[in-house]
């Protein structure tokens, strides 16, 4: 079975710097990732997602991500924090052979003025 | 995104209250899920709907029911719930019913409070 942990729960950058987001997977197969935005009271919305073409992928809102197999890792960043990035952010891995998708518990960012 | 609607959004129920949750979606898709949302806690895929056939059930207790009448509509059933089950439950629908690379798109939710 497939699983993500997300390394900080809650994230804080002030505006116009680097956002990073951790992500680990791990799955018995060669995965599928994708990181979600949440906003509040809204649902979760498909930031970008990996599945086995090219390991950096770009995504919308200016976020990218990169596949890295041998740390088992999928980070998610952008290069400068808006105040409107400020929501809660999700990783989820799944098995290409099933609809079984995994989500972490989330990562919190803040965006200081 | 309003391609997936879920009404009610907020709703405050007793534990020997029967209600049910419904999720429409206008993106033509042929698959549904429901997943729980709980405070500080992975979301949690409950059904799967393809075609309007439940093809996965992830040991969710029997108090919750599911029902698929078409590919566009999904309700969760409620019954008997406890105060543990208050939480947000959001649908989501994806093109395909089968592989993982199509996007899942989401509901708001419907934020569930059992007394």
């Known amino acids: 079975a497939q699983s993500v942990t997300q390394l900080g729960s809650h994230v804080s950058v002030s505006e116009g710097a680097l956002v990073l987001l951790r992500c680990n997977y791990s799955s018995s197969v060669p995965p599928y990732l994708f990181w979600y935005v949440q906003y509040p009271n809204q649902g979760l919305q498909l930031l970008l997602k990996?599945?086995?073409?090219?390991?950096l992928v770009k995504g919308i809102n200016g976020f990218e991500a990169e596949f890295k197999k041998s740390e088992t890792s999928f980070h998610l960043t952008k290069p400068s924090a808006h105040m409107s990035d400020a929501a809660e952010y999700f990783c989820?891995?799944?098995?290409?052979?099933?609809?079984?998708?995994?989500f972490g518990a989330g990562t919190r960012l803040t965006v200081k003025p | 995104e309003t391609g997936v609607t879920q009404t009610p959004r907020h709703l405050v129920m007793g534990m020997t209250n029967k209600k049910s949750l419904k999720c429409e979606q206008h993106?033509?898709?042929?698959?549904m899920y429901w997943y729980k949302q709980s405070a500080k806690k992975p979301l949690e895929l409950m059904f799967v709907y393809n075609f309007k056939e439940q093809t996965e059930n992830n040991s969710v207790p029997s108090r919750f029911s599911p029902e698929c009448p078409n590919s566009s509509h999904l309700f969760l059933h409620l019954h008997t719930l406890q105060p543990e089950d208050s939480a947000l439950y959001l649908c989501?629908?994806?093109?395909?019913?089968?592989?993982?690379?199509?996007?899942?798109?989401f509901g708001p939710g419907t934020r569930l409070t059992v007394l």
């Open positions: 990996y599945t086995s073409a090219a390991t």
């Open positions: 993106l033509g898709h042929n698959a």
């Open positions: 989501a629908s994806s093109q395909a019913g089968t592989g993982s690379t199509d996007t899942q798109y």
């Open positions: 989820a891995v799944s098995d290409p052979n099933n609809n079984d998708m995994r």
